[in-house]
Structures are given as C-alpha cells and as structure tokens.
C-alpha cells in the first residue's frame, strides 16, 4: 500500500508552482518508491494566485492565511517558497505544530536569522530540507562520488560562482529581492548560498575567507499596482527606489583540508543568463561542471602514457543517479525541474524511512557561517575565520 502524505506549500509564485509540481511528480518518476504525495492546501497572499494553483494543481483547499496551512491536520508536510521575511515565523510554527519541513533557501534573511531557525527546527522530531537543489543533478552526483573515491586524488583547488542577469538591466523592477527588510541579504543568501552549499559538497568546510562585496545599480523603478509582473521592466518617470543590499560578492577561501579557492556571485552582471558553475582540482584529476550546460562534466584523468592527456566531455545518461528515472540511455538531457523532482523524492523518502536529510537546516547553517564570515569580511577588510553561529 503506498504511503500518503499530505502536503502543504505556502506561496504560490513560480518556486510555489515549481515545488508542487515536483510533488505531483514524485509517484510518476519514482514508482518503485510507493510513495503518494497529496496536495491538500496552498496559501498565497494574492487570492488570485492561490486559486488558480488549486484549479490548475489539484489542491484540495486554497487560503490567503498560510497560517491554515499548518492548521490542517491533513498536512504532514509544509512547504515554504514565501519571500524570505516570512521564513522564520513560518519555520517556528510548523515546529509547534509537529509538521516536517521544507524551505527554500536562504532560510534567514541573514546567517543570525538562520541559525535561530535551524536551532528552533533542531530541538524538534521533524524533518527539515532546503532548496539546494543543484545537488541532485545526476553529473554533480556522479563528480562526488569521483572524488569520495579518490579517483580526483587529494583537492588543492576549488572555484564556484553564480552568474546571473537577472538584475542586469538598471530598469528592472524593484522587487522583493532589492529590499533587505524583506529579503535580508542580496546575493548573499539568493546566490553564493548555492555557492557555498556545493563547495561543502565537493571540497568541505571552509576554514577562513576574505570577502567583498558591491552594488552596482543602487535605484530602481517601484513596482506600478496593476501593471505587469515580478520581472517586467519600469518605464522613465516611474518612482525609484534604493537597492539598500548586495549586488555582488567575492571571496578567496582557504578550505579546512588545505585547499585554496575562489567564491563569486553576481545578479548584475552583463552575459551570464544562468551560470552556476565550479571548478574542482585534486592529485590526480579535475571535473567541472556548468548549470548552463547543466548535462555535460568536464573531467580530466589522465592515464599513465599521457596518450589522451586532456579534458574528457562527459554526457549525462541513466547510468548516473536518477537520471534514468527521467530519460533512458545517454545524451539525453533533463532539466532544472527534474533537479526538483529528485529533491521532494529524496525529501519525502528520508520522512518514510526516518533518517536525517541532506541538505536540511543544519547544512543551511553551515552555509550561513560562511556567509556571516563574509559579511565580517567586507565590516573588517581582512582574512576573516568561519566561526559557529
């Protein structure tokens, strides 16, 4: 008999529709997993949005109060895709409520906010995920496993960053994410989070950092009541409003295990659409990967003759974690929801099998000690080392 479980998401934006979508999913691409999730109830504060996500995603409810989200008794899993100044009050009733827990990330405005989360989450018997979900990608799975083989040799180099667009045009809409009281940090917790989280992965903890940071477009236009979208551009006259957190970060970053490396992120940067990339270096070999490519690795093992001493193009392919639940043989792609799909799946299989899951609110805080080092970096203009929070 397969397991049910109930499933609440609170906003229903794009990230909102995402997820569920992802949930509706699981039983198709996993039915080995006998696994079942069912949409019980959606909260949106646009009415609008949240009926339609019921009509057109089969919830069986819609409210404008998340806080009937957590409420439903029917509802063992709450899932929250709100701006981020909702987290926190968010997070801290659905563990008084005894509900599991799924957030996007950053799961704090700020590293402070997110290690008062993680801590409220783990004094209780719940699950708790993040939305790091650039994990699952089979071929990042499949370069992991390369090097906790040691088939990479010992790692003596790492580079990460997210390049993005989104921001790039001076016109773009104020919205949330240019607002600290809403969104906390800029880039910080949007895009190094990720950043961080798969350096973590691939390469670690990191020991010390040395950081900067910097915004380049400081106006923008303020969002007109009834005209356009989250992404539509402003028009000259309109009001303006200021940017008041981080366009860019860098770090130089030493590794506890003695590596060396680079960290960048960037929302206004000009070329880039979707960059999410990094660089690994060890011993014996190096692997790199690129979300804009996000179904090729680049891998480089030479062997002893040094014949074919080059960087091999590696093609996604059922024979990598997943992937074959998506699409047979190889060469053939998937995409950014697929990365999705494998996330509720693993998600919704560590809550029927009672184990921790990975990513959850502990490796969001490994994250936010990173970026709170950061933030002491650019106050301080020194090597800066990560502490606990």
Not at 58 to 76: L, M, S
Not at 327 to 346: F, H, M, Q, R, W
Not at 354 to 382: C, I, Y
Request: hydrophobic share 35%.
């Amino acid at each position: 008999m397969p397991k049910t479980i109930g499933i609440g998401v609170i906003g229903m934006g794009w990230m909102g529709q995402t997820h569920s979508r992802s949930y509706l999913q699981v039983p198709l691409r996993f039915p080995l997993a006998d696994l079942r999730p069912r949409l019980v109830i959606c909260a949106d504060s646009v009415e609008e949005r949240a009926t339609r996500a019921k009509a057109i995603l089969g919830f069986e409810e819609a409210t404008t109060d998340w806080n009937k989200v957590i409420e439903n008794p029917d509802v063992e899993v709450v899932n929250i895709t709100s701006p981020n100044h909702l987290h926190a009050e968010i997070v801290s009733a659905a563990v008084a409520a005894g509900k599991h827990i799924f957030c996007e990330k950053p799961v704090g405005r700020t590293p402070e906010e997110t290690a008062l989360v993680a801590g409220t989450a783990g004094n209780a018997d719940i699950k708790t995920g993040t939305g790091f979900n650039y994990r699952w990608t089979p071929l990042v799975q499949h370069a992991r496993n390369l090097i906790r083989e040691g088939k990479l040799g010992q790692v003596t180099h790492y580079q990460g960053r997210f390049f993005s667009m989104y921001g790039s045009n001076p016109m773009g809409q104020f919205s949330w994410r240019f607002d600290s009281d809403i969104s906390g940090y800029g880039v910080l917790g949007d895009l190094m989070s990720h950043v961080v989280d798969l350096a973590h992965m691939m390469a670690g903890p990191v020991k010390r950092l040395c950081s900067q940071s910097h915004t380049f477009i400081t106006e923008r236009p303020l969002p007109v009541p009834g005209r356009g979208t989250h992404y539509s551009l402003g028009r000259p006259g309109d009001p303006m409003g200021e940017v008041d957190n981080e366009d860019y970060v860098g770090a130089m970053v030493e590794f506890a295990n003695g590596a060396r490396g680079t960290f960048e992120a960037s929302r206004t940067i000009f070329g880039p659409k979707c960059q999410f990339s990094f660089g690994l270096n060890g011993t014996k070999g190096a692997v790199g990967w690129d979300f804009e490519r996000m179904n090729e690795l680049q891998l480089y093992l030479p062997g002893g003759d040094h014949a074919d001493d080059g960087y091999m193009r590696i093609l996604a392919g059922d024979q990598y974690p997943h992937h074959g639940n998506f699409v047979p043989g190889s060469g053939t792609g998937i995409g950014y929801e697929d990365l999705k799909v494998i996330e509720a799946y693993e998600f919704l299989q560590s809550i029927i099998n009672d184990r921790k899951h990975t990513p959850g609110f502990e490796h969001a805080l490994q994250v936010a000690e990173v970026n709170a080092a950061m933030v002491r970096s650019w106050e301080s203009g020194r090597w800066e080392e990560v502490t606990p929070l």
